[in-house]
């Protein structure tokens, strides 16, 4: 034989080998496709597309693309999209995610219309959702989210467009329930009248590159009633029992608050990085909310270059923390600066900490940073200017700390 027909028969050889050492299922990934005008006796070829997803998603295996056509996908005409890893789905591998995308950017529409969730995962690892956009809608007694995951870990949303919460209902856009490492990327959160994302009882989940906006979706009559009657209440939310959340280079607009870190117990190590909080009463509100014991409050969070613009209260309050560190963040044009205190019935061992660094606040009214009650804080190189109170303490354990006016 010659060397190079040896060197062709070796390659052919391992590379057999390498595909038969790959675990059942993912050497033969495939893609396949569903349509609004399918047919389950199709067979899922994109010539060819199955209808419903109860049908192809128990077919799919690690590796596999089920890619939706354009139109929209109800749960009268193709079912909404669901997969259960405990009840039929499969499991996908970390070197072959089960992939579901749209063909086309958002033109595969999810449209449960609010009486029931368009897409759900469930007990499921390693699948990612691709180009999906998910409308929910106003039913009384439907549901009270349009996506959710729970008890998984290792998945991907990117790029969704998810709108229009169930007004009738304590709703969200999105919920991660009892999941980890789930991550969103480049998504859209609109049209919600109260909370874009929650992240609940969850661990190391990322949210980056995100736009929220309720775009004054308002309270209906006779429906749920949230605090801002005008507009949706929240961003992003992470919830109680969660920890090692990351919010980076994320905008939130129009919300009465852009992001809420809320104790329950147990809500420890968030991190809000290089966002942007536009128009809203408070731009970040970490606190704590149950009780007195210290695992009842936040504790780790870091927030980092952190812009706040036009917030008509506070824009970062932070209340009974436990080491929180604010640095290089800028609040613009608002009645306060930064705010953080103690609250007396949730004051966990009364030794709440923050420490402040590289910031610097611009506003008419209010303080530009004020600390209260902490058992320790520091100022390093601060900048307020504007406000009749531009720091509270107006002495104490600041570092390089003045009023000086930014357009000079």
Sequence with gaps: MSSQGARSYRWVFLGALSIASLPSGAALAAEYFVA?????????????????????????????????????????????????????????????????????????????????????????????????????????????????????????????????????????????????????????????????????????????????????????????????VTRGDVAVMMEAESSGHTVENCISEGQQTGFIGSSGPWQQGARLLGSISLGEWQAAHFYSS??????????????????????????????????????HCTFLGTRDGLVTDLEPSNAGDGFASTFVSDSFAVGAAGYGFAFSGLGAWDGRNLSSWGFPTPYDPPSGNYTQSLQMDPAL
């Design 36 to 228: 609004p005008g399918g047919a389950d006796t199709n067979t899922g070829t994109q010539a060819g597309p199955w209808l419903t997803f109860a049908y192809a998603v128990p077919r799919l295996r690690p590796g596999d693309v089920l890619t939706l056509l354009d139109g929209p996908y109800t749960s009268g005409t193709t079912g909404l999209l669901k997969a259960d890893c405990s009840a039929g789905a499969s499991q996908g591998l970390p070197f072959a995610p089960i992939t579901v995308r749209a063909a086309n950017e958002r033109q595969a529409w999810l449209n449960p219309g609010g009486l029931a969730v368009g897409l759900e995962v469930h007990r499921c690892s390693y699948w990612s959702f691709q180009r999906l956009r998910l409308t929910g809608g106003d039913t009384s007694g439907g549901s009270d989210t349009v996506a959710v995951a729970s008890e998984s870990d290792h998945l991907g949303f990117s790029r969704l467009l998810v709108s229009r919460d169930n007004r009738y209902r304590n709703s969200a856009l999105f919920v991660v329930d009892s999941s980890s490492q789930v991550e969103l990327e480049e998504c859209e959160f609109l049209d919600f009248h109260n909370v874009g994302l929650v992240l609940y009882r969850s661990h190391e989940c990322s949210v980056r590159r995100c736009f929220f906006n309720s775009r004054d979706r308002p309270d209906l009559d006779g429906g749920f009633a949230t605090v801002d």
């Design 290 to 327: 149950r009780g007195s014991s210290q695992r009842a409050l936040p504790l780790g969070t870091l927030i980092r270059d952190f812009a706040a613009v036009d917030a008509s209260d506070r824009p970062v309050f932070l209340r009974s923390n436990i080491g929180t560190s604010v640095d």
